[in-house]
């Protein structure tokens, strides 16, 4: 009777188990292969052999890996997949082939099956910082946030010239509204990748979102010097601008864009954001609808246009539509129930410079809801002298899909030439404030969103406000919960004070 022996090493010699380990590949027997290659490293760690056994044992050949990623990169991703799990059973340790079929899984969308290959890559190197960049994005679109920001942050911690890991987990942060540490991240990537044109355009765009005109526009202007035909960066440099009250160079900006793509949707609505007159909006909305049949505000805003003119053809059809209940559609109900048809504008700097030539200029303008003082900056060249009420940290408490501390200035009160700003809640301010008399308004704009600080705002304004006085709203109409809002809060104090 043979004795059985645990150890292979115990009946033969290194050369004889090389042997042996080479055959059982050979054989296809793998699991047995590597463990006879292990034993032998266990006890000879620097045998270059049995190193070199062992990773043949992990990777495919080049014919076989080359079969795979060619059924990948012609889209037969299940094909891909059915032959990449006939070669783990050859090589069960072979990364390339759990990182290509995480990659095909998922491109089906399959993504707790693509997690489940991106996971067990770092099960057999821990190390690998592209398997937690890989699972990292496949968690983000399988809506795990939390989850992608903590792998895209290890992915950077193996590997911290890791700029992709960085625009990524950029990119999650702006999305998850924290728009400050997602502009730090942009600029690690951009650092690490001087010519990472998109990197500088989503740059641009956090800054934006933080009110920063000057700065994004500055950045979307490098972005230009990479990729000058990009037609996205136009775009962007045309919002900026557009925000900033410069219409005439926002409006050449998205000309731009779109001479570069002449289907550019998005820049034709924001082109008849920049309209003087009815007749351009119907152009520029013809053009987005041309470029975008299903553009829906488009649609919508044609057919009100067309019911400003007359013609309320469209709009009575789009009333018994799947959008009768849509807020632009419950806004145009609202405007074409008045007395009288207002006159239109098409973007709020147009709005104020009508408002200022009727406005009493001797007078001051208050403004509540300051931000980064853009519009403020605005009205104080006529009025040169104007109070600011805001707390400077954002929304005093979550306004819809808005949270708490959105539109934040982190404390940064604009140094404006003839500015007078007023910090904290108005529930706290407006009393210490109007204590005393103030000078009577020319206008007052309403910016602060939030029904509540807007109906606060307008109640402790009644001394300043006579028949001479402006008021300007900025959510008045339009947004998805307009009715709640502004709308509600002015409603509510001619209610109450008995005006019509």
């Not at 500088?200 to 994004?216: E, I, R, T, V």
């Not at 119907?282 to 299903?294: G, P, R, T």
């Not at 559609?329 to 074409?336: L, Y």
């Amino acid at each position: 009777m043979k004795k059985k022996y645990k150890h292979i090493l115990d009946v033969m010699t290194v050369d004889r188990a090389l042997k042996v380990a080479r055959k059982k590949s050979e054989s296809k027997e793998v699991n047995q292969a590597i463990s006879i290659y292990n034993e032998i490293l266990k006890k000879f760690p620097g045998n270059a052999k049995a190193k070199l056994g062992l990773k043949s044992l992990e990777n495919p050949n080049r014919n076989e890996i080359n079969l795979l990623v060619n059924l990948y990169q012609k889209k037969n991703f299940q094909s891909a997949l059915l032959y990449g799990r006939e070669l783990l059973k050859i090589y069960p340790r072979a990364i390339i082939l759990y990182n290509i079929m995480g990659a095909a899984h998922a491109a089906l969308l399959q993504f707790q099956e693509a997690a489940s290959c991106f996971r067990k890559v770092i099960e057999i190197k821990p190390k690998h910082a592209e398997a937690y960049y890989n699972l990292a994005n496949v968690l983000r679109d399988n809506d795990d946030p939390t989850s992608a920001i903590k792998y895209f942050k290890k992915a950077i911690d193996i590997k911290s010239d890791y700029g992709e890991a960085y625009y990524n987990l950029a990119n999650i942060l702006r999305d998850e509204g924290n728009s400050s540490a997602a502009i730090e991240h942009f600029k690690k990537a951009i650092k690490i990748n001087p010519n990472y044109s998109q990197a500088y355009n989503n740059l641009g765009s956090a800054l934006l979102d933080k009110g920063y005109l000057n700065g994004s526009i500055d950045v979307f202007r490098n972005s230009l010097k990479i990729g000058p035909e990009i037609p996205e960066t136009h775009y962007n440099i045309g919002v900026a601008q557009l925000y900033k009250g410069d219409v005439k160079n926002a409006a050449i900006s998205f000309k731009r864009a779109v001479e570069i793509k002449s289907n550019y949707a998005n820049a034709y609505w924001n082109l008849y954001g920049t309209s003087t007159n009815i007749n351009e909006a119907q152009y520029w909305i013809e053009c987005c609808l041309q470029a975008d049949s299903s553009y829906e505000v488009a649609l919508l805003t044609s057919a009100a246009l067309k019911a400003y003119k007359g013609d309320k053809k469209d709009l009575e059809e789009l009333k018994s539509s799947k959008f009768k209940d849509h807020h632009y559609m419950r806004s145009f109900d609202w405007v074409f129930s008045l007395p009288k048809t207002p006159k239109l504008f098409f973007n709020k700097w147009s709005l104020f410079k009508y408002a200022m030539k009727q406005s009493i200029i001797d007078r001051p303008f208050y403004e509540f809801g300051v931000f980064r003082g853009d519009s403020f900056r605005f009205l104080i060249g006529t009025y040169k002298m104007g109070y600011g009420f805001d707390t400077f940290t954002g929304l005093p408490e979550d306004w819809h899909d808005r949270k708490k501390g959105s539109y934040s200035s982190e404390g940064d009160i604009p140094k404006i030439d003839g500015g007078h700003f007023v910090v904290g809640k108005f529930e706290s301010s407006l009393p210490k404030f109007f204590n005393q008399k103030r000078p009577l308004a020319s206008i007052i704009n309403f910016d602060a969103d939030l029904y509540s600080s807007t109906i606060c705002a307008l109640n402790y304004s009644k001394q300043i406000i006579d028949e001479n006085t402006i008021l300007i709203f900025d959510e008045f109409l339009i947004n998805k919960t307009w009715e709640q809002d502004e709308y509600k809060a002015l409603t509510e104090f001619c209610s109450n004070n008995g005006l019509a």
